[in-house]
């Protein structure tokens, strides 16, 4: 089983053993896109893009695509506790805490 977004549930069923990976998106560059072509708006301006997505009708769109990563057992602490989606207490949970043990996640 795998999963979108690295909830925090998803995270701790990874440790549990119960979820393979979820899909990551740093949620700074994100943050920091979107904030970028806010400005770019309210100024009035053509945002400017990194790249363009086509749609099913042949429009092509302006975008920013980040690169997902794969949040495994093996590289939760080296992403989302690295950027600050979750601290180690949050995921470690009294319920999750022999897992994280296990895993070297403390």
């Known amino acids: 089983m795998t999963g979108q977004d690295a909830a925090l549930s998803g995270i701790q069923r990874i440790l549990a053993g119960d979820q393979y990976m979820s899909v990551y998106k740093a949620f700074k560059p ?18 400017k893009a990194d790249a363009a997505t086509d749609t099913a009708s042949g429009t092509s769109i302006p975008s920013f695509l980040l690169t997902p990563v794969a949040v495994t057992v093996d590289n939760i602490k080296d992403t989302v506790v690295k950027d600050g989606l979750y601290t180690v207490d949050q995921i470690c949970t009294s319920a999750y805490k022999a897992a994280c043990q296990k895993n070297g996640l403390e």
């Open 30 to 47: 994100e943050a920091y896109q979107a904030a970028e072509l806010a400005v770019a708006l309210t100024k009035g301006e053509s945002p």
